[in-house]
């Protein structure tokens, strides 16, 4: 069965200390792992789409990376308005192109 | 221009009672789908679909039906509401070339509690 699992729940970061959230994946075959950016009250917002081990792409302060098992969202220097909820998401041979399963996300408090 | 509007955003109701909420999309795509998000649990699909008349389930489909008659709107029934049905629904469509990958356009979701 394919499963997602994001680490930490929720973390707390002065502006200007650098992290990463981590996303661990199981998934019979790796059509694409996604990330998402959620705001309260809003719908999630995508981020990046990772295929293969090896891969990465950035985005202003946040780089995502994708190994075999893992992915992990890096955040170099955030501010305040980089405080969101962050979802990965991954999609697998067998679930088909429409199936996404979700992690429950990690909660980013950035303070000033 | 949000291009993928929900409604109502808000709803409350009562066990037993029949709810539809309602998605629109103004940007022609072929695959629209249901989610509801629960605390801890993520974002789970209840029902997809991916062209005029054509659904399919989806990991929590049980109590929800689904009717797309025209590609600009999808929408999602609950017969009979029940206390377990109290979630956020979001609408998302395919942005992809195709539609059927996962880089999903969200919208901004309905709250519904069932008392």
């Known amino acids: 069965e394919d499963q997602v699992t994001q680490s930490p729940e929720a973390l707390r970061l002065q502006e200007g200390e650098s992290s990463s959230l981590n996303c661990s994946y199981t998934v019979s075959g790796l059509r694409g792992l996604f990330w998402y950016r959620q705001d309260p009250g809003k719908g999630p917002e995508f981020l990046f789409t990772l295929y293969s081990a090896g891969e990465e792409k950035e985005k202003e302060r946040l780089k995502a990376t994708l190994t075999k098992k893992e992915s992990f969202l890096h955040i170099t220097a955030p501010k305040p308005e980089d405080s969101a909820t962050y979802l990965c998401?991954?999609?697998?041979?067998?679930?088909?192109?429409?199936?996404?399963?979700f992690g429950a996300g990690t909660r980013l408090a950035v303070h000033p | 221009d949000a291009g993928i509007t929900q409604s109502p955003r808000h709803k409350v109701t009562e066990t037993g009672t029949p709810v539809t909420l309602r998605c629109h999309q103004t940007?022609?795509?072929?695959?629209m789908y249901w989610y509801r998000q629960d605390p801890g649990h993520g974002l789970r699909l209840i029902h997809y679909?991916?062209?005029?008349?054509?659904?399919d389930k989806g990991e929590v489909s049980d109590g929800y039906s689904v009717s797309r008659s025209k590609t600009e709107d999808f929408l999602l029934t609950l017969e009979s509401a029940t206390s377990s049905q109290t979630s956020v629904y979001f609408c998302a469509m395919g942005s992809g070339g195709t539609g059927n990958t996962g880089e999903l356009f969200f919208g901004e979701g309905s709250r519904l509690t069932v008392l």
């Open positions: 998401a991954v999609q697998g041979f067998s679930g088909g192109y429409n199936k996404l399963i």
């Open positions: 679909s991916y062209g005029v008349k054509d659904t």
């Open positions: 940007e022609n795509h072929r695959y």
